[in-house]
């Protein structure tokens, strides 16, 4: 794996991962044919920048897993997922919710993940620390697969040096 600083390409590619998610989102809805050939595609690239987006991803991804098995959930067709959490910056907010948790559960589902970007939302807001326990979910579950990691430095969540060292070297 190697470390990418955010480009202006990254925070342009955004909007546009957006769009496409709508277009393959209404692709599952045409019919049953077009389910079956389309769902792989809604989360081939997964953009999540709302709590509730982000329980829903959980409780989708483990009950995938737990129906198909890690190979052939929905989480295996993920290549890249980009991690915007504007909720973060509220005071206190991090600590009191199962927002580790969740992050750990849903990259334990991501056995094909290539690119992972976690970045800004807005300068000025309280950093977090990611606890060790999701970085080392992603070396696990990860390393394998994962290409490009673009943590930004400015980033409201940001991991442990030795922890995210450690992934690194995996």
């Excluded at 709302?50 to 295996?76: F, I, N, Y």
């Excluded at 309280?126 to 943590?151: F, H, Q």
Aim: net charge positive; glycine share 2%.
């Amino acid at each position: 794996s190697e470390y990418y600083f955010p480009s202006r390409e990254t925070s342009i590619q955004q909007p546009d991962i957006r769009n496409s998610f709508r277009t393959k989102r209404s692709l599952v809805l045409v019919c049953k044919v077009w389910n079956l050939i389309a769902t792989p595609l809604l989360y081939r690239s997964l953009f999540i920048d709302r709590l509730k987006h982000l329980h829903s991803l959980r409780h989708t991804l483990l009950a995938s897993k737990e129906q198909h098995g890690a190979e052939r959930s929905l989480g295996s067709c993920t290549r890249r997922i980009d991690l915007v959490i504007p909720f973060l910056s509220m005071e206190g907010y991090y600590h009191t919710t199962d927002i580790p948790d969740t992050l750990a559960s849903i990259f334990s589902c991501l056995p094909y993940l290539h690119s992972l970007y976690i970045v800004r939302v807005d300068s000025g807001f309280e950093k977090y620390i990611m606890p060790d326990s999701v970085v080392n979910t992603i070396a696990d579950t990860c390393s394998g697969t994962l290409r490009r990691i673009c943590w930004d430095s400015e980033s409201t969540l940001l991991p442990m040096r030795k922890a995210y060292n450690a992934l690194m070297r995996r």
